[in-house]
């Protein structure tokens, strides 16, 4: 007979974001929107054949251990033809950028780009990315800086596959030798650029933008074109911020009386001092890129990190306030070096009934073959329910996408566990 002795976590779509301040990707987008919707609808800007075959909101996102934006969100569903769209991030005229995201591909053909780069103002398509197949259905990636020659790896990539990938674009000193890199990765994240680039450096002769500001996702030629859905998409000029930051694999609050209990866990850290765990009683609701907009932020402690390290990190920090209200919570995850990017969970009610959302105990517990988890949120959103041992592994997820809820009647959904998992 098994005992339900795990830690739940759950994570819904308004528990986790990031605000980045000095540590702050360019851009970063996970998806966040309602599945079926238009990109367009989502702050995407068509470019190309406008209207036509839009690439649309998927119904699940993408897994790739260790990423950053993995799993936070949606994804994006790219067809073999129609509207191409693009979004911007604060244009960058020197230096580095780079461009990370996680792919998978439902259908290749014989050859065409899918995502590429642009200036702010998008009327140039450079570091085009590219993906065909051959006869046995293997994939190869393809990078262009422009509209020189495509270089191509060999067919060594599998379709239904999540791969990370990072493009590098390289402003360099001079005219018409800006150079791109592509790198493909099938599992793990470097914590520093690896030496050796999958494909490039390319620096073939091309007039070279003025700057690079903005992202592409492209349907090509119907009958050259993939089918792949991306998601989490991350721009910085640093790899350590593109690829891999702190990754917060949880964050939640709960109350008890006067008290709330904060715990988190990382799946890899780089560089981390710690966190700053800071407490706000006033806020005024949401942004459009859902942040709390919560004022007179205190800091109230901070947790030590684990500096550099690989494996799942789990840490806690019980906050006694001084009487009821609802409050909001963020973490200052610090770098070594002092710089700095803030994670958010939604504001909780302490010493007061809760209204946001409820996590009910499994019945029947003990049990034998399977447990039931039942779970309410008070207005539709994305929202998952994992299970984690208590070494911070993810052993299950028992629930993951969109769930219906109403502020005045929230809804509640079950879940089902079986004991195999859960033991």
Known sequence: MSYFRIVVVVLISRLLWVDSLKSQPLLEENFLYTSGTALTSNGWTAHASSGTNQPTVSSTGLSYGGYASSDLGLAAS??????????TFTQQSSGTVYVSFIANFIGAQGGDYFFHLGQFSISSNLGRVWVKKDG???????????????????????????????????????????????????????????????????????????????????QGTSTLAPTVVIDGIRVATTWSNAPLPVQLTSFSVTSRGLTSELHWATATETRNYGFEIERSESHSGYTSSRELRA??????????????????????????????????????????????????????DVGLAARRFSLSQNHPNPFNSSTAIDFTIPEHGYAALRVFNT?????????????????????????????????
């Open 78 to 87: 790219i067809g073999t033809s129609g509207e191409d769209v693009h979004t």
């Open 295 to 348: 004022i007179n932020w205190t800091a109230i402690g901070f947790v030590r990190g684990h500096g550099t390290s690989a494996s799942p990190q789990v840490y806690h920090f019980i906050d006694r306030v001084p009487s009821s209200g609802t409050f909001a919570y963020r973490l200052k995850q610090i770098d070594n070096d002092g710089t700095f990017e803030y994670y958010y969970a939604t504001e909780l």
């Open 391 to 423: 070494l911070g592994k993810e052993v299950a997820v028992l629930f993951k996408g969109e769930a219906e809820g109403c502020t005045d009647s929230p809804s509640t959904h079950r879940t089902s566990a079986p004991a195999s998992t859960l033991s």
């Open 136 to 218: 046995s259905n293997n994939l190869a990636f393809g990078l262009s800086k422009s509209t020189d020659t495509v270089s191509y790896t060999g067919f060594d990539y599998a379709m239904n596959t999540t791969y990370l990938l990072v493009l590098k674009y390289s402003f360099v000193t001079g005219s018409s030798n800006d150079a791109v890199c592509l790198f493909v990765l099938n599992s793990g994240v470097p914590a520093s650029e690896p030496s050796s680039p999958t494909i490039g450096p390319l620096s073939p002769e091309a007039n070279d933008p003025s700057n690079i500001g903005s992202v592409a996702l492209r």
